[in-house]
């Protein structure tokens, strides 16, 4: 039988808050500029041959060497309560948890973010999720970051859907993830599925999800409603809605009338599997 429940899933940077999270404490606290830190990334990106999200991480770890201090879990923690959220976001979880157990489905969130887990966590908001998704370092018998120990790229996120459609949440279990599995026994069905991102990267996702019957939206600003028009074109996404998500705003008139629809929707397929089960026992 299909389970009552729905996982939305969020990319982060730009999706709940306004910018990409370094750029809030931690590049400040170098005294450098936004764009300075990002460009010499990219430079290490491209003279290097590697992958954009390595590229930014080891530069983060290089640049706390280079300034004689060591990034520690707890220092990028903290950062989290720097975090401007977009409007909406603080109160949006309790309130659409509320709404899903009103049509009798349970509401569950994750993201699935090329951003820092350490400083989602520190959020205000990092209590709300089942699993956080998002990259992460490796630290030492001291504390201090040694290595890359998770990075998520835009290409990569996909898997962490089919850890969420399959119920194998452990990143270090691929055995599980790996195996056949019938679709009534997955745990999340697709159609069951929220993907809330907001530009190019989240596009493997997105697609994804819209294709095996779940819902993406892109949510914008007034920087990258442009973005938002050409994934709702190109059919990449079923909706675009400004990234405001207070209560009656349009991503929450969205949200609520998809877990109408889901919620429906789960209990044909349930009387539809009661049905066929009951017959072939005859």
Known sequence: MRKNVIA?????????????????????????????????????????????????????????????????????NDMGKNIELFPGVE????????YGKKHGMEIEHYIISSG???????????????EIYASEFYYNEDGNAVWPRIAVNYTNKTQFLSRINKGVLDISDDASLNKKMLDNDRRI????MIYIGDGYTDVPCMKLT?????????????????????????ERINYMTLADYREGSEIDKIVKKTIEAMALNTELKNITYRQTSEYAKK
Do not use: H
Request: glycine share 6%; charged share 30%; net charge negative.
């Open 8 to 76: 939305i899933m969020y990319d982060f940077d730009k999706t709940l808050c306004g910018k990409d999270m370094q750029e809030y404490t931690f590049i400040p606290n170098l005294g450098l500029e936004a764009l300075e830190f990002w460009k010499e990334a990219d430079i290490l990106r491209k003279d290097n041959k590697m992958d954009q999200v390595l590229a930014y991480m080891y530069l983060m770890f290089k640049k706390m060497v280079d300034n004689n201090r060591s990034l520690k879990r707890q220092y990028l």
């Open 91 to 98: 109160e949006w979880f309790i309130r659409i948890n509320e």
């Open 116 to 130: 820092l887990k350490e400083i989602i966590e520190g959020t205000s908001i990092g209590k709300y999720f089942k």
């Open 189 to 192: 069905s697709t159609s069951n």
């Open 210 to 234: 819209k294709d095996g019957g779940g819902i993406s939206i892109a949510v914008y600003t007034d920087k990258t409603e442009k973005t938002a028009e050409s994934l709702l074109s190109d």
